[in-house]
């Protein structure tokens, strides 16, 4: 079980960027994918998940509501994270991380995802 994050890199502050999460050795679709990041200096948060169980049901952090979309691609069997208007804050090492189950109160938690990925970075800079 792999997961593969990319997409990152540089970009200025207002510009957008799509993070792509891609899974082997088990079927994407089955699992609820989340999306976390990791601030030099900070602990890792979680940024965006939707149920895979109940798709009504979501998560957004704060800091990112109105500028950062989820969504997955089943015909690739992607989970990608469209991220615009950036800031220099957004910039992280940012995460892909799995578990076939996820409670709602829990899809922001880092203990209910079982399979990470190596991450990708963020770097938001003028």
């Known amino acids: 079980v792999q997961l593969q994050a990319s997409g990152g890199g540089l970009v200025q502050p207002g510009g957008s960027l799509t993070l792509s999460c891609a899974a082997s050795g088990f079927p994407l679709n089955f699992f609820t994918i989340a999306w976390f990041r990791q601030a030099p200096g900070k602990e890792r948060e979680g940024v965006s998940c939707?149920?895979?169980?109940?798709?009504?049901?979501?998560y957004y952090a704060d800091s990112v509501k109105g500028r950062f979309a989820y969504s997955r691609d089943t015909a690739k069997g992607t989970v990608n994270l469209q991220m615009n208007y950036l800031k220099p804050e957004d910039t992280a090492v940012y995460y892909c991380a799995a578990s076939p189950s996820v409670i709602s109160s829990s899809l922001a938690s880092e203990t209910a995802y079982a399979y990470w990925g190596q991450g990708t970075q963020v770097t938001v800079s003028s």
């Open positions: 939707i149920s895979n169980g109940d798709p009504t049901t979501s």
